[in-house]
Each structure stands twice: as C-alpha cells, then as structure tokens.
C-alpha cells in the first residue's frame, strides 16, 4: 500500500485540515521541521520518511482559483512527484498545472463541471496522468451532483471510469484531520466489486499505524495522510512496515 503525504495549501503556506473548515484552518505546526513553508515541509517528509510523492491540495485554486505555480514549480524543481487538486472546473484549466511539472492532476467532484470535462481531461492528458477524486462530505457528494447522470456516490464513480478515469481518490473531508478513522472504505469494497481494475486511494481520519494495517486489508492501493505524520504518531520504521516499496 502506497503512502501519499498530503499538502493542504492555503494562501500560500501548509495548513492543518480538520474537517473541512476550511475557514478554520491555521499554518501547520509539525514536529518534523518549523513554519509552513510547503518547500520546508515537503523536504522534511522526504528526510524523515524518505517520501517523495506528494498529493497537494491547492485551497486556493480550489476555492479562488488562483493555483500556487511557483509552489508547485519549486516542488518540481526539488524533485517531487506531485497529484495536485488545483480545482479544475474544465478540462482547459489543467493545461499551466502540467506545464509547472505536476505528474498527475486531480480532477475533484466538488469544481468538475461534469463527466464530459473529465472524459476531455483523459483524452488530452491520458489516464496515468488524470485522478478523478470523489470527494464526499459526511457521505455525501460535494460540488454540483446534478451534472452527473446519478448523484449516489457509487453511480458518480462508474461514470467516471466510464468517462476513462482509471485511478479513483474517495475522500470525506468531513473526517480529515480528525483521527476519528477512515469512513469510505466500504464504499471503496463496493467500487472494488464493480470495477476490480480501477486504481483506489483513500484517507481522512487516520489516527494512526493501527490503521494504517487495517486498510491493507482492504481493497485499497493508497492511503493519503497528514496529520500523524506531523504529530509524532508514526514514526519511520512503522510507516516502512506498511508501505510499498519499488
């Protein structure tokens, strides 16, 4: 199980995410490395974890739309591999991200304008490059879920591999940054079933190494945390135990 350190940015520097507040959100306090600095705080990962694939969530694309590029160039330029949510509303708008570097872009239920922007998106950049994220609130879809055929989360994620996505992120950000456990993973056993090829990364609520065992026995290929990196709740040992290696 790949493990995917994630990056809330939010006017420019790493923010702590608890539940999707956004407006609550404060500069990271980490006992890896001081400020929150995303270039500081990436290296630090990468130093004490020896991670150097990142998922970012760029705040303030998604809810301004005005993408960090020069974060996400320094990233580049350090030799980061990064899944970037920079709120894509159509397909036009992953164009500067992948010119800043950015392996993969995520194309997140709560800014796609639909299906038919996510099919363009995978026709354009292919399905190794575009992450199609689902992205939940207490179960429930984010965003415009008239814009898909189905609004029941299942239905939204078979039309998205049906629009070509292959690679799924399923996340209720009402449990980030809680430690109160990882709610989507039935969900995730449900999506499995129907479709046993599609790539499936989830998160939100990890409190710790105990949980991170128990979603390797569940069909998931991903798992993104933040929150007990930075606490000293895992440790580098425990999170090699888990991990998987090239």
């Not at 520097?13 to 959100?25: F, M």
């Not at 879809?141 to 992120?169: K, M, N, S, Y």
Request: charged share 20%; aromatic share 4%; hydrophobic share 45%.
């Amino acid at each position: 199980m790949k493990i995917l350190p994630v990056l809330d940015l939010l006017e420019g520097q790493v923010v702590r995410g608890v539940a999707g507040l956004r407006d609550q959100y404060r500069p990271i306090q980490s006992v890896l490395t001081d400020g929150s600095d995303a270039l500081r705080i990436a290296e630090a990962i990468r130093a004490h974890f020896g991670l150097t694939e990142l998922y970012l969530a760029d705040l303030d694309a998604i809810l301004r739309g005005c993408p960090n590029m020069n974060i996400l160039r320094s990233l580049n330029d350090a030799g980061f591999t990064l899944m970037v949510d920079a709120g894509l509303r159509q397909c036009d708008d992953a164009a500067p991200i992948v010119a800043a570097g950015v392996q993969q872009v995520v194309a997140g239920l709560e800014t796609l304008a639909g299906p038919q922007e996510l099919r363009r998106l995978v026709e354009q950049f292919g399905s190794q490059r575009v992450v199609f994220s689902l992205d939940l609130r207490g179960g429930r879809p984010l965003g415009d879920p008239t814009q898909w055929p189905d609004a029941d989360p299942f239905a939204i994620a078979g039309a998205a591999i049906e629009a070509g996505c292959t690679q799924l992120i399923i996340l209720d950000i009402a449990r980030v940054g809680t430690a109160e456990g990882v709610p989507t993973l039935p969900l995730c056993a449900e999506i499995r079933r129907g479709y046993p090829q599609t790539t499936l990364i989830t998160g939100g609520g990890v409190r710790g190494i105990e949980d991170l065992r128990r979603l390797e026995e569940w069909p998931v290929d991903a798992v993104l945390i933040a929150s007990t990196l930075h606490n000293g709740s895992i440790g580098r040992a425990e999170l090699d135990a888990v991990r998987q290696t090239d």
